[in-house]
DNA sequence: GCGTAACGTTACGGGCGAGTAGGTATGCTC
DNA sequence: GAGCATACCTACTCGCCCGTAACGTTACGC
């Protein structure tokens, strides 16, 4: 034997996510089609059929990745979002939350999700987590109209919260392509958008972070 | 030959009108690598090496439907939209052409939008017509600023616009996958998240359509 | 220390589909 | 009605890349 270094037996766990990552790096960089087995494979360091062997099929393989940050992205949101605050401060937290996540996951996450809207077959699995986000969000918005002792119908909620989550994305594809923007400060801008909307805006109002409790949209100018 | 009526002979402009309706068509079913040249070939009701000769190539071929439908869509929302007008109505004039133009090409829009989003070499394509959207949307928001005697960074206003696309993209899928729902009550909608934000929502606010000129955001419940 | 199961490899099959070569028919021009 | 451009076809080539068969090698249990 050569020179190889052969302490490169590892335990499936640590190279399934080996794998995993090394198919989130090449699939965001080249797009599901694009990227090809053997470029993942030696990626993450290891032969095609390892690959097969642990993971399935190259659609197995990006499902895999699409539920893996997808989960890492829902725990970093409801880790922040606790129930029993006000509402606006609750979307601020998960929107925080999520800037942060994905400005730490800039090339994971934007081509990720990007790719996954389109191919039919990784629909569902992103409808999936999509679906969750907008439960949540009109849950919230939902419990806050109704604590106010006004009704709602809740395909209105749903629609608004579909729009919502669709602008938040969108603005995390801006944050992907600002690499020198700061991902509290979109989620400031967002906030923006989602609490006061465009009324306001014309109006001089502006909504600015959390300091303690207080501070909640500065009156007009 | 056999009886098949050799009346087929049709000038290029026609065919290439046919070939691109059929291209959307398979596009939209069966997404960009899925779709095969034979299959739009045979839709359009001609033969491959037309498509070549026409088209050029498979991706040209995307490329072109991803203009001809991006520009229909742009002259439907510019046709009505009058600058001059107060910027509410300018905006809601222009989702509801949006999302009419949405609803009759139903098939076409969603997924043809989903599919270039991913994809690589069409990214720019469609960003060329998203920034379009966004320089309109910020333009109109800008003057409207301005012209009460306000300040606003140009940055503030790109992420601002950039979130109402992205929400109203979003609402455009939330159309596509509900074919029973009205695109004007739709418009509606995505003029609640814009203009008033859940802020207002939650005050019990609602935004209600002109019926001609008065009727603006109807007051507190 | 030896069997065995889990880790790992090299090398190939084979299908699918983009793109083309080369040839035929039709209609327009003058 | 000859000539020419344009519309149109059948039948291929050929490369790419997913997936696998068949075969080594390390470590762990007992």
């Known amino acids: 034997m050569a020179a190889r270094p052969t302490f490169k037996r590892l335990p499936r766990a640590v190279r399934e996510q080996q794998m995993l990552d090394a198919a989130v790096k090449v699939f965001s960089r080249r797009g599901f089609h694009a990227a090809s087995m053997d470029e993942i494979a030696e990626d993450a360091g290891i032969s095609k059929p390892m ?8 659609e197995a393989l990006f499902i895999e990745c699409v539920r893996r940050e997808g989960t890492r992205m829902m725990e970093a949101i409801v880790a922040v979002v606790e129930p029993g605050l006000p509402p606006d401060e609750q979307l ?28 039919q077959p990784f ?5 999936a987590i999509r679906s969750r986000m ?11 109209v109704r604590a106010q002792g006004r009704e709602i119908r809740e395909k209105d909620l ?20 600002h690499p020198d923007e700061d991902p509290a400060k979109t989620a400031t ?33």
Chains 1, 2 share one sequence.
């Open 51 to 58: 690959v097969y062997a642990y993971l399935g099929s190259k």
């Open 189 to 221: 801008r967002m906030m923006n958008v989602a609490w006061l909307g465009a009324g306001q805006l014309l109006r001089g109002e502006v909504w600015r972070p959390w300091s303690g409790d207080s501070a909640r949209a500065a009156g007009a100018a």
């Open 123 to 127: 629909a569902g699995e992103l409808g």
């Open 92 to 119: 601020w937290r998960g929107l925080r939350a999520f800037f942060g996540f994905v400005g730490a996951h800039r090339d994971g996450w934007a081509v990720l999700y990007r790719q996954a809207r389109g191919q």
């Open 158 to 177: 749903e629609a608004f919260a579909y729009a919502l989550v669709g602008a938040t994305e969108s603005l995390a594809d801006w944050l992907a392509d």
């Open 134 to 144: 907008v439960e949540v969000i009109s849950g919230l918005l939902g419990r806050a």
